[in-house]
C-alpha cells in the first residue's frame, strides 16, 4: 500500500520536482517517442507539458541554456587569443578574461 501512496504524491508534484528517471518513465509512456534518453530534464519537461497540454513553464533561472552561455564563452576565447595575439594591453586582457569567467559562472547557474 504505501507503493501507491509513492505514486500518488509523485503525481501531485510539479513536473520541475521529479527526477530525471521519473520523468523519463512517464515520458516513455507516450507513444511513438525516441530520443527521451538523449533529452536533458528541460527538454523531457517541456516534452511532457506539449504532450499533456499544460502551459509552458516559467523558469526561475535564465531560460537560455547552458549551450548559448557554452557557445559565448568560446567566441570570448577566441576573442581573447586574438587580442592577445595582436598585442592587446593588459587591462583589455583582464576584460576578457573577467567575462570568461562570469559566462563560465552562469553556465552552473542555468
Known amino acids: ?27 516513455l509512456k507516450v507513444p511513438n517517442i525516441q530520443g527521451i534518453h538523449g533529452m536533458n530534464k528541460r527538454e523531457i519537461i517541456d516534452f511532457l507539458r506539449a504532450e499533456k497540454g499544460l502551459p509552458p513553464s516559467v523558469s526561475k533561472k535564465n531560460s537560455e541554456g547552458v549551450r548559448v552561455f557554452k557557445d559565448k564563452v568560446k567566441q570570448l576565447r577566441a576573442k581573447l587569443v586574438q587580442e592577445r595575439s595582436e598585442g592587446a594591453k593588459r587591462n583589455r586582457l583582464d576584460i576578457l578574461r573577467r567575462k570568461v569567467s562570469r559566462m563560465k559562472k552562469r553556465t552552473r547557474q542555468a
Open 1 to 27: 500500500m504505501g507503493d501507491k501512496k509513492e505514486r500518488k504524491a509523485k503525481k501531485e508534484k510539479p513536473l520541475e520536482d521529479w527526477t530525471i528517471k521519473e520523468l523519463r518513465v512517464e515520458a
